[in-house]
């Protein structure tokens, strides 16, 4: 029998959306109390700090470019990081190819070497978590094929695009199918943690991190605020 | 009439709390595509990376150390910040002394230096704004002795000890009293800065942004899921 997981790691990337990071790893930093031998890698191409600002802005995804920015350190490359049980894909508007001539595909920059770290971590990961855009990074390895997923509703007429194969949700929370978890946008992460939590670690324990944390939980994966209709208008 | 709030500053200190900080500023990023000319200083006392993570943990908090912590980067220092409109204080376990002589007490290492930066500051600030137990750190420069204000109900037998002066509020999302803002603890700094962006800069910009951020907005600060029966009870 697999054991729970401990060994989490998070990909970082030029232009990676703050809350699609720090909302799940904070939860994990509060999981640290309750669960003994939990660790957490920021994983990225570099050692080097990382910004939540693109390299290039991807002008033509229809939103000026952000005028704030932050920088959060690495804790390993992708040669040095460890075997991990869980990684976790952030979203972030890196993840869009900046070249006009090529707006809203995946950045190949960005999304080529985590497509590879992915590769090289999934057969020994016992679960994959996406977050917002993250699913669509996600989704050009080719592992997601067949199975349920969502993503951002911001990109709902461009994520889908990547990678057809995949049967894209639009009106989830969260998906669940296999050992893939994927959020839909930006703050629905933070649920899907929650929700990963409980299943994991139980419901107590996840109930405790929450009251802790004062955060309300959006338990049902299926109940969507943003679902389809607001998707289709963007 | 003073114009709308431009100049933002988040404070930064080893033992900050994540979702503390990334919250709140995550929603000022997106704010930055609404409205032109935002700028955010994250401001420590020296330039160096911080972590999540105290100097020293304060093992007599009831609490034992989270084995996992993230780093960022400061944008600058006590010295060379700006003059700011809004100053933003984080809680987190670092503001409590780690000396077991002193438990519960602030840890004046932490504590006292962004006392001194809020007295500089304050005289120029438009607005004051504190989540989970920054409010007890920016208590103890006097400024909001007769005021309310609220914190983290974590620990509601401990912050408000450390200045009675301050008339603490035990079931509030958030606290608006003149120009300083109190939220609850850790994740309701974030409903807080989306009640600040809605009086700031309108319903509509709020909106969108919890739109595009895939966030559900708690608007009503007196309403409290974590109210003071858990508070009580910590």
Redesign the interface.
Known sequence: MESTPKK?GVVLYEGF???DV??P??V???L??HV?????S?IAETKS?IS?FPKEWPEKMG???????????PTDDFDSAPQLDVLIIPGGMGCFDPNPANVGKPNPAVVDPIVKFINKQYPKLQYLITVCTGSGIASQTGIMDGKKATT???AWKVIPVWRPQVTWIPKARWVVDGNIWSS?????GTDLMFGFVKEMYGEKVARDIA??????R?EDPTAD??GIE?ALES
């Open positions: 989490y959306q703050l809350i720090c909302g790893i904070d994990l930093n509060v640290t109390t003994e031998g939990i660790s957490l920021l700090p939540t939103m000026p470019p952000f005028t704030t920015s932050q920088t959060m350190m951002f509703k911001g839909s946008g930006v703050c629905s009251v802790w944390m004062e955060y309300q959006h605020p943003f607001e």
